[in-house]
């Protein structure tokens, strides 16, 4: 299995940024697809999830701002991130849960400032 997240970048505030992830290889269901950040000197954390049944959950701090969305049929994970701010600068991961394993894709940097 690997995962491909794509769509990081440099925005201002208050601006919106789609990120994107492809898995591929042996993805079976149920399975839950989420996108986790990383800010420097901090720990991992999770942003958004969401299970091939169509459940979503947010972290508090990204509610009524991001959207996770997902194509089951092309294997894919979005994150629509609007009113974004400075403190959403991270990198960010896609991670992919199924049969008791997990698999992440490699970073995005999403930088927001002006």
């Known amino acids: 299995v690997q995962l491909q997240a794509s769509g990081g970048g440099l925005v201002q505030p208050g601006g919106s940024l789609r990120l994107s992830c492809a898995a591929s290889g042996s993805i079976f269901r149920p399975n839950a697809m989420g996108w986790y950040r990383q800010a420097p000197g901090k720990q991992r954390e999770l942003v958004a999830a969401?299970?091939?049944?169509?459940?979503?959950n947010y972290v508090d701090s990204v509610k009524d701002r991001f959207i996770i969305s997902r194509d089951n049929a092309k294997n894919m994970v979005y994150l629509q991130m609007n009113s974004l701010k400075p403190e959403d600068t991270a990198v960010y991961y896609c991670k992919l849960n199924q049969a008791y394993r997990s698999y992440w894709g490699q970073g995005t940097q999403v930088t927001v400032s002006s």
């Open positions: 969401s299970t091939s049944g169509g459940s979503t």
